[in-house]
């Protein structure tokens, strides 16, 4: 159950908390007695006050040159509209505000050949470019083939332990106080009390105090406590058949004795993302499975580029990345907060949606809570994010809807396509300079957990955290709301932590921090 799986994640956390020693001042070096003259006195105060005067100085310009740069600045920026064709099918077209050099990592091609020969345009010009396969959608590769099970069959009934050991931490962290025995604590979202029925040094055990005959939503359906024992509770799913239709395509849910069939039935020629794989069209299936492939529709083909630089102009940019005139939604997370990847969940559908209307910013808390593997994990998100943008949203989908592990995440940057020799260098050089803006951001906001909106320059409750919240949160914020904002979104609160599922929507979300 989901709310037990909370309770374990919990027992994950850890808060690191570094002690730094304080540096203290070196004695003077003794040196011998130097007679002065009432007139070598005077000199030597007037040279006093000009040093000082000097020290002063410097003291600012220090201050000014060394604090972080969040102020604004100037960049060039290309206008280019552009078709990429392979054969006569149109792989991508658009019209956008490109850096120089940043134009074929931003449509994601392979190589950056296309910036070389677009390099010498002058203002009006228009060029067709052919690239092979390599510079272009790169080689196809059959490996990215893959067979995806369209039948799931589960158990209507479920068991779950009624009782269970947390450490003491873990307990005053989930629960905001301290455990006294024999009493009874709420959990934000869990649908029963929890009772404190054993107590030592180190460690509580706590008791669900589900009741007979209760009954949980969940969904379209809900599940009921059938039974309780002093070790066990029992739970059976109870509902309708019923089709579900999501973006990837409809899930037929059908109910029998003692099972719960759920098949997916995707539409054929779609392009539909699965959590754990990458983004595939459907290209057939049958009774049992559905054939995918992610290789890109271009994958293997020369394609021809026609572009047109239309325009040069200056950009003024400030340190929050703002790109368009749309509202500027910034979410400070930490990469194992359960709370964080909850917040990105509901972000991700919005941000895509919107990737063109408003500025969506992946940010980070300025402190850490859950050990190395966040701190690494903030890093290689933070070197994605300022180096290679592009493949960022599908890498933080893959990221929350994997296990936190270190092999899930690198399955994420092999899945996603992401350089990982690129990657590797950001993270050992150059990761801890661009924390220094994200830094300089937490301090500007008041930023104090994970997570935190930031909209327009002023914080946000968002919450529940699903997409239609999130949609609606940033839809206040235009001042002439896009044709995007009638989009309905899902409403279902993602679950905390990694992995899918859902959370109660009831509260006012928890936080790291």
């Not at 005067?53 to 600012?60: N, R, Y």
């Not at 080689?139 to 003491?168: G, H």
């Not at 409750?461 to 309905?488: G, I, M």
Request: hydrophobic share 35%; with cysteine.
């Amino acid at each position: 159950m989901e709310e037990e799986k909370k309770i374990e994640a919990v027992q994950s956390k850890q808060q690191n908390v570094e002690v730094k020693s304080v540096p203290t001042s070196s004695s003077p070096e003794t040196k011998p007695p130097v007679t002065i003259t009432s007139s070598h006195k005077k000199k030597n105060k007037t040279w006093i006050f000009i040093l000082i005067a000097v020290i002063l100085v410097i003291a600012i310009l220090l201050v000014i040159f060394m604090k972080p740069n969040t102020n604004r600045s100037t960049v060039e920026k290309y206008n280019y509209s552009y078709s990429v064709y392979y054969g006569n099918a149109l792989a991508d077209s658009g019209s956008s505000l490109f850096s120089k050099g940043d134009v074929a990592e931003t449509i994601g091609l392979e190589s950056n050949e296309l910036d070389k020969q677009i390099t010498n345009m002058q203002v009006g010009e228009e060029k067709n470019i052919t690239l092979e396969a390599k510079d272009a959608y790169g080689t196809y590769d059959p490996e990215l083939n893959f067979t995806y099970s369209r039948v799931e069959k589960q158990p209507r009934e479920n068991s779950m332990n009624k009782t269970t050991w947390i450490a003491i931490n873990d307990f005053t962290q989930a629960f905001s106080e301290q455990p006294i025995l024999n009493e009874d604590y709420n959990l934000s979202g869990a649908p029963w009390l929890y009772k404190v029925v054993e107590l030592n040094s180190t460690s509580v055990r706590i008791s669900q105090e589900a009741q007979l005959n209760q009954e949980i939503p969940y969904r379209e359906f809900y599940y009921k406590v059938i039974e309780v024992t002093s070790d066990k509770i029992k739970l059976r799913l109870f509902g309708q058949d019923t089709v579900i239709s999501t973006d990837n395509g409809d899930y037929i849910i059908n109910f029998t004795t003692n099972e719960i069939i759920t098949t997916f039935a995707p539409e054929v020629g779609s392009v539909i993302a699965l959590t754990g794989y990458p983004e595939a069209e459907v290209i057939g299936m049958n009774a049992t499975d559905v054939f995918l492939d992610a290789n890109n529709p271009a994958a293997g083909k020369s394609v021809t580029v026609t572009i047109k630089l239309n325009d040069i102009k200056k950009e003024t940019v400030v340190s929050s990345g703002s790109k368009n005139n749309g509202p500027t939604f910034q979410f400070f997370i930490m990469s194992h907060c359960p709370y964080g990847t909850q917040m990105a969940k509901g972000v991700l559908p919005v941000w895509e949606k919107f990737k063109d209307k408003a500025n969506i910013e992946l940010r980070f808390v300025s402190y850490t809570m859950h050990g190395a593997k966040e701190d690494l994990d903030n890093n290689r998100l933070i070197c994605i994010r300022e180096e290679q943008s592009s493949k960022l949203r599908a890498y933080l989908d893959c990221f929350v809807y994997g296990d936190g592990s270190e092999t899930s995440s690198q399955a994420c940057i092999a899945s996603t396509g992401i350089d990982k020799t690129k990657l590797e260098s950001c993270i050992d050089s150059r990761a801890a300079g661009y924390m220094e803006v994200d830094k300089a951001l937490n301090e500007e906001f008041g930023v104090q957990g994970s997570p935190t909106v930031i909209i327009n320059g002023q914080e946000a409750n968002v919450y529940p955290r699903d997409p239609q919240s999130v949609a609606n949160a940033l839809c206040n914020a235009f001042t002439s709301k896009p044709s995007e904002c009638s989009f309905k979104f899902d409403t279902t609160n993602p679950s905390p932590g990694f992995g899918g599922g859902s959370a109660s929507s009831s509260g006012s979300g928890a936080s790291c921090g």
